[in-house]
């Protein structure tokens, strides 16, 4: 073996048991009792600690242009981020340019990422803007190249129509992938905005009110009843609102593959946040919402309504958030979040909000189901060699001084956590330990995927 991980509590999405772990060229090569016998080059031990797979964080923004400047961590600031903590794949939305094959959209990108030098894995989804010219039938091209997630966007300037839309769920069927949607309605939040805009109601407070709960709600719920229409599997990224995750639950029991992703800002902030001195700051979309909201996600989150937890990681400067200071409409939408996301989570299994398995389902098995990542999302004898030793009794308090993104300011300012990880290990590399990145540039590979049979 190359490296036994020795005397810890491994952590799957079923049950934390006490066993050695083994790790040879990269893979998870043994769990068993007791390897204190079988020969090593390096033995780490684990006493009092957790051992966990490696996070799958399946959605971040990296180097992404949007809202007039890009996002702040590049392939590399943001896998760095990542990895410290604990977080071992990150996915990104790649967009689409207009008039761009799917499958350039992803040689694009790809070429982008290993300029940049991710610093642990990454996956890409390609954000569709556009069907003209025949360039859906392109998907089929990158499918078979390993990308096999797709996303669509109700808002924005790049938002598709409903037709669109349908059409891209239709190919997704018949190419075996899978599509993820930004459901807000984007009439309704132009309307709202202009109108609070005319009565002088700019300050980030109005971000809020020109996106509540309904217009998330209505536009998943619309999202949903094309994809069920069609028999179709969707995931739903970022849910924020009660009423989608109603009806979530709702098609879910209906027996359709209708997916869902919340985000740790759903779970600990309302829009509350907005009106603080700092508000500008948490503006992403779709907003934070009001209690009831944050109610529904955690009884979803801990009912098996939610399947994965995602970040939506997408941070600018403090200097661009400050275009907005008096205009919400100015503010570049997105907060950081790769790095706090798998502590948060755990912490919150740590004191017993949900289980640490639970944890584990939320965090790296399902998104690895869900978006084929077959070598990837648990501790189990053949996969990848991602994992992550977590120390229940380290308290943590975060701080910009001691996050590793490339931006200037945090949401997650003085957030205390109770246990934070110990090391990260990314295919058998240590990448981080005890507040330190010890990865390197370009360790990082794209990850080919499949969700065919
Ligand atoms: N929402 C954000 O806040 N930022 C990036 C894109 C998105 O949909
Ligand atoms: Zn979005
Ligand atoms: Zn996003």
């Known amino acids: 073996m190359d490296l036994i991980i020795q005397n810890g509590a491994i952590v799957t999405e079923t049950q934390v048991f006490q066993a050695d772990l083994g790790v040879k060229e990269g893979k998870i090569a043994a769990i068993a009792a007791d390897l204190s016998h079988v020969p090593c080059a390096q033995r780490v031990d684990a006493s009092g600690k957790l051992v966990l797979p490696g996070a799958i964080d399946a959605h971040t923004h990296l180097a992404f242009p949007f809202g007039g400047t890009v996002s702040s961590d590049d392939f590399f600031a943001g896998t760095r981020a990542a990895a410290c903590g604990g977080t071992t794949t990150v996915f990104d939305y790649s967009g689409q340019n207009p008039g761009e094959s799917l499958l350039d959209t992803v040689k694009r990108r790809e070429a982008q990422a290993e300029s940049q030098g991710p610093a642990v894995d990454y996956a890409l989804h390609v954000g569709i803007t556009d069907l003209s010219g025949g360039l859906l039938d392109t998907m089929e091209e990158a499918v078979d190249y390993g990308v096999c997630s797709f996303k669509v966007y109700m808002v924005y300037d790049f938002a598709v129509s409903d037709g ?233 308090t975060v701080s910009q001084n001691n996050m590793h993104s490339d931006t200037d300011h945090t949401i997650w300012e003085g957030l205390r956590l109770h246990g934070y990880p110990h090391s990260t290990y990314s295919r058998g590399r240590l990448v981080y330990q005890e507040g330190r990145f010890l990865g390197q540039p370009g360790w990082g590979k794209l990850l080919k995927r499949s969700l065919k049979p």
């Open 164 to 396: 669109a839309f349908y059409q891209v769920l239709q190919k997704a069927q018949q190419t075996g992938s899978l599509i993820c949607v930004h459901a807000e309605n984007k009439e309704i939040i132009s309307t709202l905005t202009a109108q609070l805009a005319a009565q002088g109601k700019l300050s980030p407070w109005y971000h809020y009110v020109s996106r509540p709960e309904f217009v998330a709600g209505e536009a998943a719920r619309r999202a949903i009843a094309w994809a069920k229409s069609l028999n179709a599997p969707l995931y739903i990224v970022h849910l924020s609102d009660q009423e989608g995750v109603e009806a979530v639950a709702q098609a879910k029991a209906q027996g359709y593959a209708i997916y869902a992703e919340t985000c740790p800002q759903y779970l600990h902030f309302t829009c509350d946040v907005f009106k603080r001195e700092n508000g500008r700051n948490f503006v992403c979309s779709p907003p934070m919402k009001g209690q009831a909201s944050q109610d529904a996600l955690w009884r979803a989150l801990k009912g098996g309504i939610l399947d994965t937890v995602a970040t939506d990681h997408c941070p600018f400067l403090q200097s661009e958030k400050d275009w907005g200071k008096e205009d919400f409409r100015k503010i570049p939408n997105g907060c950081s979040g790769v790095e706090v996301m798998y502590p948060y989570i755990l912490s919150q299994a740590n004191q017993g909000m949900i289980t640490f398995p639970r944890a584990v389902q939320l965090c790296a098995a399902n998104p690895a189901r869900i978006f084929g990542c077959s070598s990837k999302g648990s501790l189990a004898v053949g996969k990848d060699a991602d994992i992550v030793i977590y120390d229940p009794r380290k308290d943590f």
